[in-house]
């Protein structure tokens, strides 16, 4: 598939998908259609991921600080994800895709919180990818809502202090279980990390394109993989002799 060596894969892929605002002003439209087209690039986004083999796929669908935006396109996206997971159920089911989420999703409205939960349910017996969505997410809170569990089991004697490790922190963030990414991709161009995934990208290559979230499709998603291809990844070693 276009040069992709399959043998050496990203597991984990990450994306900050930025844009869509942009995309829509381009053409002189509401922002709200660069999000509905950004659900496009999201179905084939997954959709490839799902083909070539990659286990993990990260999306930052709704931010922390994206509570700040007006209410009527904070609803549009709450409609648009529960439109979202209502079409890509079957299709989830069908391809063996795991759907799970990252984030206080307790802060978003019941039924979105109802759908979240019915679709991780229903394909929780899936084991070929994990579609995991991040949403209502921050880093940073992520770290918080790990060290307020840690401390709590410091408090009641389950953990001592000295016995706290990496993966002591790494087991109490939202993505227990998942591998940290090998590839975050951001379009759009900004070249920012957004309070995204902060403890989980120490070794991360990052791809910046400055492609606007509604017009990244598998093209360009394979080309960044490529180029991830390319890299020498040492997490910190020196160069092998
Ligand atoms: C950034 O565009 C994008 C978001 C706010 C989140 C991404 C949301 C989607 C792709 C649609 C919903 C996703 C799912 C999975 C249902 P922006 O509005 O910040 O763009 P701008 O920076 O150009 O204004």
């Known amino acids: 598939m276009s040069n992709i060596n399959l043998e050496k894969l990203p597991k984990h892929i990450a994306i900050i998908m930025d844009g869509n605002g942009r995309w829509a002003k381009k053409r002189a439209l509401n922002r709200i259609y ?29 931010s922390e600080e994206n509570w700040k935006r007006p209410k009527h396109e904070v609803d549009a996206l709450m409609n648009l994800l529960k439109s979202f997971l209502k079409n890509e159920l079957d299709e989830m089911l069908e391809n063996g895709i795991r759907f799970q989420t990252i984030g206080r999703s307790g802060k978003l409205p019941e039924d979105v919180q109802r759908l979240l939960s019915d679709t991780s349910d229903k394909t929780s017996q899936n084991k070929d990818m994990v579609l995991n969505l991040a949403l209502s997410y921050g880093g940073r809170q992520e770290i918080l809502d790990a060290f307020q569990k840690i401390f709590m089991r410091v408090e009641s004697r389950v953990l001592r202090p000295e016995e706290i490790t990496e993966q002591t922190i790494s087991d109490s963030l939202y993505t227990t279980g998942i591998p940290d990414p090998d590839l975050l991709i951001r379009t759009s161009g900004e070249y920012r990390i957004s309070n995204f995934l902060l403890w989980q990208i120490a070794y991360t290559e990052i791809y910046i394109t400055p492609t606007l979230w509604p017009d990244f499709r598998k093209e360009e998603y394979l080309a960044a993989i490529k180029e991830f291809q390319k890299r020498e990844r040492r997490f910190g070693a020196s160069e092998a002799e």
């Open 34 to 62: 660069g999000h509905e087209n950004g659900i496009d690039s999201v179905r084939e986004v997954v959709r490839t991921s799902r083909e070539i083999g990659i286990s993990y796929l990260t999306l930052y669908a709704f």
